[in-house]
Every structure is written in structure tokens, then in C-alpha cells.
């Protein structure tokens, strides 16, 4: 049985904001989502594209990630709505680094974005270890 990391119906859920680059980050492809963040989704033409590439870019993700008794899908979740509280951050189980977020929205913000570009690799090291 293979295993299954992210999911396909969270990507098709974050493909929404996808012109944005969201479900790119979730995959894990960081250089593409900044891209599709700055383009809006190459102009909406890659983000219209890949309405049909999520389900390859899932089964990538769920190759290259670490599964275990994190959720990468709640981590996620709580990183996109919850960030600048660092719930994502507490979850994980770093008490210290969520409270630095706790009280200083995210670490001014920059915290959030390094979270979006490393939380795959923060969660797929967690679940390693354990």
C-alpha cells in the first residue's frame, strides 16, 4: 500500500488560491510557488494547467515526504488560517518558536513565509525522528 502524505483534495482546496501559488507550496515545489505568487499562476495559464497536475503532484509528494503521526494536511491548514499564532508551530510540538509567533504575529510575518517554504521538510523530519 503507498503511502498518503498530502492529499489530493486539499490540493484541489488550495488550488482555489492557487494563482497565489498555495498548492504549490503544499506540494512542495517552493520556486514555482514563488513564481505563481508573483505572476498570479503565470498569468492564470499555469494555474488553469494545473487543475490536471495535482493528482501527479500528489502522488510526488506523498514519494518525497515522511509520513508519521503528524498530519501534513493540519499543519497546513493551520499554518494558512492560524500562522501568526503559530498554532502550525505549536502543533509540531515547537513550544518556544510558537510562542515567539504567538507574540509577534508570525515574527512580523517572516516566520509565516519561511513556514511556507519548509514545513514539508519540518514535518517530514518530525515524523522521522519519531
Known amino acids: 500500500m503507498e503511502k498518503d502524505t498530502h492529499s489530493i483534495a486539499m490540493g484541489y482546496l488550495l488550488w482555489i488560491f492557487g494563482f497565489l501559488g498555495a498548492h504549490r507550496f503544499y506540494y512542495g515545489k517552493q520556486i514555482t510557488g514563488v513564481i505563481w505568487f508573483f505572476t498570479f499562476g503565470l ?8 487543475l490536471f497536475l495535482i493528482p501527479s503532484m500528489d502522488r510526488e509528494a506523498d514519494r ?67
Not at 498569468?43 to 494545473?50: K, L, S, V, Y
Not at 499564532?85 to 504575529?105: A, D, E
Request: hydrophobic share 50%; aromatic share 22%.
Open 43 to 50: 498569468f492564470f495559464i499555469g494555474w488553469i494547467i494545473d
Open 64 to 130: 518525497r515526504f515522511a509520513e508519521g503521526t503528524l498530519d501534513y494536511n493540519l499543519a497546513w491548514l493551520l499554518l494558512t488560517f492560524l500562522g501568526v499564532f503559530g498554532i502550525h508551530r505549536f502543533y509540531q510540538g515547537k513550544i518556544i518558536s510558537g510562542l515567539m509567533y504567538l507574540f509577534t504575529v508570525g515574527i512580523f510575518g517572516l516566520g509565516i513565509l519561511y513556514d511556507f517554504f519548509t514545513l514539508n521538510e519540518q514535518i517530514s523530519q518530525l515524523n522521522q525522528d519519531v
